[in-house]
C-alpha cells in the first residue's frame, strides 16, 4: 500500500508549522531567527519524523529518511553549493550605475542567462552586479523582487538545464528540446514584468533625484576561467540524464538503476545511483578547484561569503523533511484531484509549488496529466501526455516558483544575498504581497491566452 493512503491528512502539520515560522519569526525577533533558525528548523523536521517513526517502524521511516536526504536532499545543497561557490568568482566591472535602462540590460541578461547555466547559475553570476550598480540608490527591494521573478525563475523555462522540474521531465522521455515551445509564454511574461520594472524604477529614481556620474571605467568580466567549472557543473548534471539510458547504469532487466544499497527490505528500499555519485563528485570538485583558483580579492570584490548558502542549507533541510507526507499524500491521491484542463493542471501545479518543492510536484501532475489515457501528443516514459497539458505543468512548475521564498531554491539565495548588501527585503509575507499583485494577474492572462 503506497504511504500517503496510509499518512492522515493531519501530519502535513510540521510543514505548515515550518512555513509558519519562516514567514513570522523573522518579522517577530529578526536577530533571534538568525541564531536560532537551525533549532526551528530541527524541531519541525523531528516533530514529523518522531511519530512517523513510531507509527509506520524503524524500517519504513529510517529508509524514507534515507532517501529524502541521500537522493533528494543532498543533490540539491551540492549543486546549490557548486553554482554559488563557481559564480561567486566572476566578477563584472565598470561604470555601471543603476539608472531604469542599465536594470533593464541587467535583468535581460540574467533572464536569457538561466535557461541555459540553470536560474542558480544566472542569480548567483548578475545579482552582484545589480547590488552594485544600484549601491547609491535608496529604493532597491523592487530590483531584488523583479530579478526573483526573471532571472530566478521565468528565465529557466527554455530548457532542462534551467529549472528541476524540466530535467525531471527530460530523465522520463521529454525530447530536450521539447520545452522551447515555451517561448511565446515566457516572451509575453518576460515582456510585461520588464515594463512593469521599468515603470516602476524610473518613478523611484525620480524621487530619489539626480543619479551619481560614472567613473568612466570600461565594463569589464574579472574570474572568467570559472566559466569552466560552471560548464562542468551543467556538463554533470546532463551527463546525470544520459548516463542512466545506458545498460551499464541501469539495469535492462528490471529498469532500476544501478548503485551503492543502503536499504534492500520489505518496508525499504534504498539505493543511491552511481550517475548521483559521478555528478555530485564532478560538481564538487568544479567547485573546490573555482574556489582554489580564484584570486581572494575577487570573491572580496563580490562581497562573497557563506551565510546565504548556510541559510538555504538549515531551512531547506527541515523543508524537504517535513514536506515527506505532503508529497506521497499528493502522490497517492493527486489523480483523485479530478483534474482535466489546461488551465486546471497550471493552477493546481503552480499553487502547490509555490510551497512544495517544484521537481517532486511536477512529476506528481505530469504523472497525473499522464493516467488521462491520451492517444496523440508527447511520448514518455510515463505514457503520452497531452502537448497542452505538458505545457501547463512546466509553466505552472517553473513561473510559479516566484510566488514565494521557497518556492525555488535561488529565490532564498538571492534574498540572503541582497540582505547581506543592506537591501531591507520584506518578510515571507511582504514578499508576497509582490507576487500577488503583479504575477497572480499576469498568470491570470497566461491562463485565458494560452490554456
Do not use: C
Request: hydrophobic share 55%.
Amino acid at each position: 500500500m503506497e504511504l500517503g493512503t496510509q499518512l492522515p491528512l493531519w501530519s502535513i502539520i510540521p510543514f505548515v508549522g515550518m512555513l509558519l515560522s519562516i514567514a513570522i519569526i523573522p518579522l517577530v525577533d529578526g536577530h533571534w531567527w538568525e541564531k536560532h533558525m537551525w533549532k526551528v528548523s530541527a524541531f519541525w523536521a523531528l516533530a514529523f519524523f518522531v511519530p512517523f517513526l513510531v507509527g509506520f517502524g524503524a524500517q519504513l521511516a529510517v529508509g524514507h529518511g534515507l532517501e529524502v536526504i541521500l537522493l533528494d536532499y543532498v543533490p540539491f545543497i551540492i549543486l546549490i553549493l557548486g553554482l554559488f561557490t563557481v559564480s561567486g568568482g566572476i566578477v563584472i566591472r565598470g561604470s555601471l550605475s543603476g539608472t531604469p535602462k542599465v536594470n533593464v540590460v541587467l535583468l535581460l541578461i540574467g533572464t536569457l542567462l538561466a535557461s541555459w547555466i540553470g536560474t542558480t547559475g544566472a542569480a548567483m553570476v548578475m545579482i552582484r552586479p545589480l547590488l552594485r550598480a544600484n549601491a547609491w540608490r535608496k529604493h532597491r527591494v523592487h530590483q531584488v523582487v523583479f530579478f526573483i521573478f526573471l532571472v530566478a525563475n521565468i528565465g529557466g523555462s527554455l530548457t532542462p538545464i534551467g529549472d528541476p522540474p524540466l530535467f525531471l521531465g527530460f530523465l522520463r522521455g521529454v525530447p530536450f528540446f521539447w520545452t522551447m515551445k515555451l517561448l511565446p509564454m515566457m516572451l509575453l511574461n518576460v515582456a510585461v514584468l520588464i515594463v512593469v520594472f521599468y515603470l516602476l524604477d524610473s518613478y523611484f529614481m525620480r524621487k530619489e533625484g539626480p543619479h551619481p556620474e560614472g567613473t568612466g571605467e570600461k565594463v569589464s568580466v574579472e574570474g572568467l576561467h570559472n566559466i569552466v567549472f560552471l560548464l562542468a557543473i551543467v556538463g554533470a548534471v546532463i551527463l546525470s540524464g544520459v548516463l542512466p539510458q545506458t545498460a551499464a547504469f541501469t539495469d535492462p532487466a528490471t529498469g532500476e538503476a544501478r548503485g551503492l544499497t543502503l536499504m534492500d527490505s520489505a518496508d525499504a528500499h534504498v539505493v543511491v545511483p552511481y550517475v548521483n555519485l559521478i555528478r555530485d563528485a564532478i560538481i564538487l570538485a568544479a567547485a573546490f578547484l573555482a574556489y582554489r583558483t580564484t584570486n581572494a580579492r575577487l570573491r572580496t570584490a563580490n562581497g562573497f561569503g557563506w551565510g546565504p548558502i548556510q541559510e538555504v542549507a538549515i531551512l531547506f533541510a527541515g523543508i524537504f523533511v517535513t514536506m515527506i507526507p505532503a508529497l506521497a499524500i499528493l502522490q497517492a491521491r493527486g489523480s483523485e484531484l479530478g483534474l482535466t484542463s489546461p488551465a486546471e493542471f497550471f493552477w493546481a501545479t503552480g499553487g502547490l509549488s509555490s510551497f512544495l518543492d517544484n521537481a517532486p510536484t511536477y512529476l506528481v501532475f505530469m504523472t497525473t496529466a499522464a493516467s488521462l489515457g491520451a492517444t496523440t501528443g508527447v511520448e514518455t516514459t510515463l505514457g503520452i501526455i497531452d502537448e497542452q497539458l505538458l505545457m501547463a505543468v512546466s509553466a505552472g512548475a517553473v513561473f510559479m516558483g516566484a510566488n514565494t521564498y521557497i518556492g525555488n531554491a535561488p529565490n532564498f539565495m538571492v534574498r540572503s544575498i541582497a540582505v547581506e548588501s543592506e537591501v531591507p527585503m520584506p518578510s515571507f509575507l511582504g514578499y508576497m504581497k509582490w507576487s500577488v499583485s503583479i504575477l497572480i494577474p499576469l498568470f491570470i492572462v497566461d491562463t485565458l491566452i494560452f490554456f
